[in-house]
């Protein structure tokens, strides 16, 4: 596994109530779907505040105010310590370097890493309330398509939050600043603002925050936000210095061409849905990829998250790869999930779902069906009563689709074609 896939998946693992929907594989939505797209939902959620979870209980903050900007836009060289030749940048040196970007007075202590380089922890105290924090430094490959999908705000249906702003940088790359919950499901009022800036030369600079003692903490808050503003943020992750340090990491390797399902036009799959959708209801958020769309499905009642999948699903002869059964997909489901299988006389498959979001207490109900044909095209929609189909928050009491309506979606024939 590459350093990359190990930070995905520690992210993926760590983000219990934070991440985007999880893979779905029993109900057959997200399945399928780009892994950069899933790992670039993941990241833009806070990848090194997951990470911090990971390592140990919590990610831990700094102080300062606006007047401290000046100190946060130091701009000297990375000690030798970061240059040596073949020696990748340390937990150690990425404190040392964040140090000097910060207010006096304030400290890092229990700095830390992670399972992958470039990713530094540590908990800070400037007499105001113990805060979290996380620096990340990653390299991919210039000009990859994938650092395409970090240039705008993740969709509010992947990641619930306050706010988001995406803005080009001073010509280097895309900057993205964003304010939201550790918990979006819940009232905890824990906050999350995360700092990312995706250059064009592929080194990506992540920094994070929290107004706790540590992420998801039992204890609660610890100040009322986290202690550093955007603009001060912005400061940190701009940093030539950040560009040294991540000069020290391996260089990136580019993937292989993919050999997963075919994939329908993104665009064609927003028309048709939007054609499908009920009369009258506003579509917000629309996030497209090939083979995959989300979106909000708003009325008078609320918003309702959306998701489609269209897809070629065929083994090497030809015929339809097959699709766990409704015992399996209940396996691992609360006692009121259900599930229905029907099976259509020339062999298509039909599986239809009703199930809690994966954090229960959220009050969120996913209703999902699916449908595998005997070419092996796989159509999936999912309809979730609030803004993350797996965590919240809940919008509505129940999803503005019916199954019935979503049976209609999945077998129209536009994805026959």
Known sequence: MSDEQKLSEAMRSAMADVS??????????????????????????????????????????????????????????????????????????MSRILQTMLPKGV??????????????????????????????????????????????????????????????????????????????????????????????????IRFDQVNAAESKSSAGVTRATPPLSPAQMTAIVTNPRWVEAAATLPAPERPSPGTGPKEFPGDRILAGLRRLLPKGAEITHPDVSD???????????GGTSVGLNVQDFRRPDG????????????????????????????????????QPAEVVASGVIN??????????????????????PKSGPQTRDTPALSLEQIKRIVTDPTWRR
């Open 20 to 93: 985007p929907p999880a893979d779905l594989v029993r109900a057959g939505l997200a399945r399928g779907r780009r892994a950069r797209r899933r790992a670039r939902a993941a990241q833009t959620a806070g990848a090194a505040l997951a990470l911090s979870a990971v390592t140990f209980a919590g990610v831990n903050v700094l102080g300062g105010g606006p007047e401290q900007k000046s100190a946060l836009s130091s701009r000297g060289t990375s000690s030798p310590e970061a240059r040596r030749t073949g020696e990748q940048v340390s937990p150690a040196e």
């Open 319 to 354: 015929k339809a790869e097959k699709q766990p059964s409704c015992a399996q997909r209940l396996s691992d489901q609360p006692d009121e999930a259900t599930c229905v299988e029907e099976t259509l006389p020339d062999g298509t498959m039909i599986w239809i779902e009703e």
């Open 367 to 388: 209703r999902i069906v699916e449908v595998m044909y005997p070419n092996g095209r796989r159509v999936v929609a999912r309809a979730a009563n609030g803004l993350s």
């Open 107 to 204: 400290r890092l202590i229990e700095v830390q890493g992670a399972p992958v380089p470039g990713v530094m922890m540590a908990k800070y105290d400037d007499g105001k309330g113990l805060a979290g924090v996380t620096m990340a430094i990653q390299r991919f490959p210039r000009n990859d398509p994938a650092l395409r999908d970090y240039h705008d705000c993740p969709s509010p249906q992947v990641l619930p939050y306050n706010d988001c702003e995406a803005t080009d940088w001073e010509g280097q790359g895309r900057l993205l600043v964003t304010k939201g919950f550790t918990r979006p499901q819940s009232n905890t009022g824990e906050k999350w603002w995360h700092a990312e800036l995706t250059r064009r030369d592929g080194i990506q």
């Open 291 to 301: 083979g995959y769309v989300s979106l909000i499905l708003k009325d008078s009642r």
